[in-house]
T-cell receptor, first 112, second 115 residues
Framework: QKEVEQNSGPLSVPEGAIASLNCTYSDRGSQSFFWYRQYSGKSPELIMFIYSNGDKEDGRFTAQLNKASQYVSLLIRDSQPSDSATYLC????????????FGKGTMLLVSP | SAVISQKPSRDICQRGTSLTIQCQVD?????MFWYRQQPGQSLTLIAT?????????ESGFVIDKFPISRPNLTFSTLTVSNMSPEDSSIYLCSVELAAYTGELFFGEGSRLTVL
C-alpha cells in the first residue's frame, strides 16, 4: 500500500516568513515527486516537481528531496497571503505507467 | 497548459440514480485520468481513461459502478452509477500533457451531492 503522509496543519506563518511543508512516502521505488497547490473550492495546480536528490528552486519555491530518508519538502520564501492554500504532495512510480499517489495536504495560512 | 472543461460543475442527485460527467480538453492528449476528492480527503485515482479501449481501474473501483468512455483524444465521460450518499464527492478530470511525467492539469471538478 503506497502511502504519502503530510501534516494536515494548519501551518500558520506571518507574511514575509519562510513556510516549510513536509511530506514522507512509503514506497522506496518512487521516482517522481510533485507539489500541487489547491485553493479552497478550486482544483489542484502543479507548482513544482523534483526527480533527483537535492534542491530545486523556482522563484520563491524550493523543493527538497531526500530519497534515502523518503522525504520531500517545499519551502516558500517571502510568504504572501496569496500563498494561503492547501499544498498536496504527490508521488509517482514513473515506470512507464504514470499514476500519482497524493497526500491529504497541508493547509498553509499566511497572515498579513 | 491545457483548458479542461467539465460539466456539470455541480449537481444534487437522488439515491439510486446515475449521473454522467463530461470532460473536454482543448488539445489532444494521450493520458486522461479521473480522480475523486471526498470531503477532507485527498485525491484518489479512479481510473485511467484509455482512448479506444476499456479504462484501467484502480483497486477499489469497478467498471459497473464507474463506467468511463474515451471516444477520442479530447473527450471523456465518467458515469457514477446507482449513487448512494457515500458517492458525494468532487470528481476531477485530469490530463497529462507530456505522457508518463506525472505533471497533471485538472479540470475545475464536478461536485456531486447525493441525497
Amino acid at each position: 500500500q503506497k502511502e504519502v503522509e503530510q501534516n494536515s496543519g494548519p501551518l500558520s506563518v506571518p507574511e514575509g516568513a519562510i513556510a516549510s511543508l513536509n511530506c514522507t512516502y512509503s514506497d522506496r521505488g518512487s521516482q517522481s515527486f510533485f507539489w500541487y497547490r489547491q485553493y479552497s473550492g478550486k482544483s489542484p495546480e502543479l507548482i513544482m516537481f523534483i526527480y533527483s536528490n537535492g534542491d530545486k528552486e523556482d522563484g520563491r519555491f524550493t523543493a527538497q528531496l531526500n530519497k534515502a530518508s523518503q522525504y520531500v519538502s517545499l519551502l516558500i520564501r517571502d510568504s504572501q497571503p496569496s500563498d494561503s492554500a492547501t499544498y498536496l504532495c504527490a508521488v509517482s512510480m514513473n515506470s512507464g505507467y504514470s499514476t500519482l499517489t497524493f497526500g491529504k495536504g497541508t493547509m498553509l495560512l499566511v497572515s498579513p | 497548459s491545457a483548458v479542461i472543461s467539465q460539466k456539470p460543475s455541480r449537481d444534487i442527485c437522488q439515491r439510486g440514480t446515475s449521473l454522467t460527467i463530461q470532460c473536454q480538453v482543448d488539445s489532444q492528449v494521450t493520458m486522461m485520468f479521473w480522480y475523486r476528492q471526498q470531503p477532507g480527503q485527498s485525491l484518489t485515482l479512479i481510473a485511467t481513461a484509455n482512448q479506444g479501449s476499456e479504462a484501467t481501474y484502480e483497486s477499489g473501483f469497478v467498471i459497473d459502478k464507474f463506467p468511463i468512455s474515451r471516444p477520442n483524444l479530447t473527450f471523456s465521460t465518467l458515469t457514477v452509477s446507482n449513487m448512494s450518499p457515500e458517492d458525494s464527492s468532487i470528481y476531477l478530470c485530469s490530463v497529462e500533457l507530456a505522457a508518463y511525467t506525472g505533471e497533471l492539469f485538472f479540470g475545475e471538478g464536478s461536485r456531486l451531492t447525493v441525497l
